[in-house]
């Protein structure tokens, strides 16, 4: 187990230093830059600004700097000052010294703050989402799949197969605007917009409130994002189930005379998960990445949105760290899909 952890790490890290260099290559290669604006900005304007963000220097010797920044953590006996050039993801303290680590550079377009004021601030918002979008996947879907390959040709097959087909079929795009209709505008049961008001359900990964005035607001997007999702996994259980209880060992534990639902539970649901569990890890990384049309509908303050504004603006630093973090979102995700497939198949061995 242990090899195969450090195998996946480096094959992890080669991945980031991939996703780095494509995603800094494209980033210049798209005609126009983060100064151009309808009205021109005089050149010595821009050439200072290209100065102050080491814009004039060659690439290769931007994207070093840029690496550096990242990776090198910096040391001082002293504070380090409260301003942008300063600024770090991770501030922590090691005997004497003040350490800090992982900095994505300021803003080019909202220069008074930095990537990582961004993500401390809008990153958390977008996570809880696409986490509780998630679990509403889970929780819609594995069932849905369940009843319909256990009842199948059923009424309840029918009725959780349109479901699932309605799921899909529809998209966050036309579904939040009807879910806002009817539980915000007709109904009134849940507020049209927004995320709360209050830093307990803004700030932090984890709300310091989780009552009705958290929840509220997270209803109606949670179930936008993830029903889609849900209908994927529902389809997926369906079919993975319905090939496993056609198995002989199956069909030996009925001959031992086994209730119906033991079987499913102890000898067939398990096997039946393997498939979807494969797609568990990349869905995870989408639905806490591809939040941007849900947070556009619900006029929520996620990282979604600013990631779109900055490839609009060429605000770089901003692509460049929203890139990263979804991809080592990505890459985590698929780690523990791997080390899942080891609890749930006894086939598969790490050692």
């Given at each position: 187990m242990g090899r195969y952890l450090v195998q996946r790490l480096l094959y992890m890290l080669l991945v980031l230093f991939v996703v780095s260099v494509i995603t800094f290559g494209l980033m210049h290669l798209v005609p126009g830059g983060p100064f151009d604006k309808e009205k021109p900005l005089p050149k010595e304007i821009i050439a200072n600004l290209e100065k102050r963000y080491h814009l004039d220097q060659p690439l290769s010797i931007q994207y070093l700097e840029y690496i550096k920044a990242l990776l090198v953590p910096r040391f001082s006996e002293q504070k380090f000052a409260n301003?942008?050039?300063?600024?770090?993801?991770?501030?922590?303290?090691?005997?004497k010294y003040h350490v800090r680590w992982v900095n994505f550079g300021p803003s080019y377009t909202s220069r008074s703050r930095t990537v990582n004021d961004m993500l401390r601030d809008q990153l958390p918002i977008s996570i809880q989402l696409g986490f509780w979008a998630?679990?509403?996947?889970?929780?819609?879907?594995?069932?849905?799949?369940?009843?319909?390959?256990?009842?199948?040709?059923s009424f309840l097959d029918y009725f959780s197969m349109a479901l699932a087909i309605f799921g899909v079929s529809v998209p966050v795009i036309v579904l939040g605007?009807?879910?806002?209709?009817?539980?915000?505008?007709?109904?009134?049961?849940?507020?049209v917009t927004g995320w709360g008001s209050k830093p307990p359900f803004t700030l932090g990964i984890f709300p310091n409130k989780w009552g009705w005035e958290y929840w509220k607001f997270a209803i109606m997007p949670m179930f936008g994002l993830g029903l889609s999702s849900s209908a994927?996994?529902?389809?997926?259980?369906?079919?993975?189930?319905?090939?496993?209880?056609?198995?002989?060992?199956?069909?030996?534990?009925?001959?031992?005379?086994?209730?119906?639902?033991?079987?499913i539970r102890r000898h067939a649901l398990k096997n039946a998960l393997i498939p979807v569990v494969t797609i568990l890890g990349p869905?995870?990384?989408?639905?806490?990445?591809?939040?941007?049309?849900?947070?556009?509908?619900?006029?929520?303050?996620?990282?979604?949105?600013?990631f779109v504004n900055s490839i609009?603006?060429?605000?770089?630093?901003?692509?460049m760290g929203t890139v990263l973090i979804y991809a080592v979102f990505l890459v985590f995700s698929n780690l523990i899909v791997d080390l899942v497939y080891g609890?749930?198949?006894?086939?598969?061995?790490?050692d």
């Open positions: 301003n942008i050039d300063s600024d770090a993801l991770f501030k922590f303290k090691i005997g998630f679990c509403i996947a889970i929780l819609i879907g594995m069932p849905l799949g369940i009843i319909a390959a256990i009842k199948q040709n605007p009807i879910l806002i209709w009817v539980f915000g505008v007709s109904l009134r049961w849940l507020p994927s996994i529902a389809r997926l259980t369906r079919a993975s189930l319905l090939q496993v209880i056609r198995e002989d060992y199956i069909r030996t534990a009925r001959a031992k005379g086994l209730k119906e639902r033991r079987i869905m995870f990384a989408a639905l806490l990445t591809g939040t941007f049309v849900t947070e556009t509908i619900f006029g929520i303050p996620g990282m979604g949105r600013y609009t603006n060429r605000d770089y630093p901003v692509i609890v749930i198949d006894p086939r598969i061995r790490y």
